[in-house]
């Protein structure tokens, strides 16, 4: 950030009056732009037994495998982001259930919430992020070929609620991933 | 939002290519400058049955009854921001537990967080957000003077724990409050 959005003016980095770190302020009108982490909403669908996945048509992560995420709008609310990102992302109706992966992302700035969702007609088709979207049997998922940790930490979490036949939330960090 | 904040320009409201909603773009560099929600993290602190509450020192509610919450920071997990809210605003240390609200509150663009938490020692004071901050039993606790819907939520669901014994998390909207 170089430029108030307010006034156009410069912005600097220092620590406001009250506060303990630095934010980037306007030298011009004085406003505080703070920075706070971005919310990712997804889900993890079900049809049969089997757990619907998008292979990404986009970076970061081309040509990985993830559930439908993606970063929540205003305007909506959480669970109604992750159905949205499924229509979006697999054209597919879902069903929201209950919260289960709550997963801070320290590095990338974000935070994974994600669903358990049914599928209720198996009906789905790649959209404009995706190459392809598939049904998979739990014993298919391409663990090796995952995009990113927090898909790992809701794919499983989602398998093990299934076999406890609970609806467990896992709040978590993302291990971080090496910058290369 | 008038100026693009990486080269000072000014920006416009409009619908990027493959895009689906009206977003502040730079008529200059390009940039397309995305608002998505703020996430709130906040807890109800428990020791010997009793629950922590604060008396807000500023607006909006000032003079209202609240539990520990405010905005979530860069570099910390969700968990982390509700027990430093909680030492900020209550000057208490707690034991962050699981997490039992997630309550979307749209008219104010934001999505609120609620963990159950311990506090192991009944120290706590006023900090500079509170006037005053309390222990209170169940049965005294200030329901018309709270300050935010969601913050009945929490502990409505935080008491319906308690007496459940479990450790359920409720997804929901806050109800929208009348823009005087």
């Known amino acids: 950030m170089k430029y108030c959005n307010q006034c156009g003016q410069t912005v600097a980095l220092s620590v406001p ?14 406003m505080i732009h703070y920075q706070n982490p971005l919310i990712v909403a997804g889900c993890v669908p079900e049809h049969d037994g089997r757990i619907l996945l998008c292979k990404r048509a986009i970076e970061p992560r ?9 970063f929540m709008e205003l305007d909506e609310s959480l669970p109604a982001a992750a159905a949205r990102e499924t229509l979006e992302e697999a054209c597919a109706e879902v069903e929201i259930g209950a919260m289960i992966a709550s997963v801070d992302v320290l590095q990338a700035r974000q ?14 088709a790649a959209g404009p992020e995706s190459l392809e979207v598939e049904l998979v049997t739990p014993d298919s998922i391409p663990w090796d070929d995952l995009a990113f940790p927090s ?12 076999a406890s036949g609970r609806d467990d939330l896992i709040v978590c960090e993302a291990p971080r991933r090496k910058l290369l």
């Open 17 to 30: 009056d009250g506060d303990h770190k630095p934010r980037y302020v306007c030298m011009s009108c004085g």
């Open 62 to 70: 081309y040509g990985f495998w993830t559930v439908p995420a993606g």
């Open 111 to 124: 935070v994974h919430f994600f669903f358990a969702a049914k599928l209720p007609v198996a009906e789905f």
């Open 151 to 162: 898909v790992r930490i809701a794919v499983e979490q989602y398998l093990r609620n299934k």
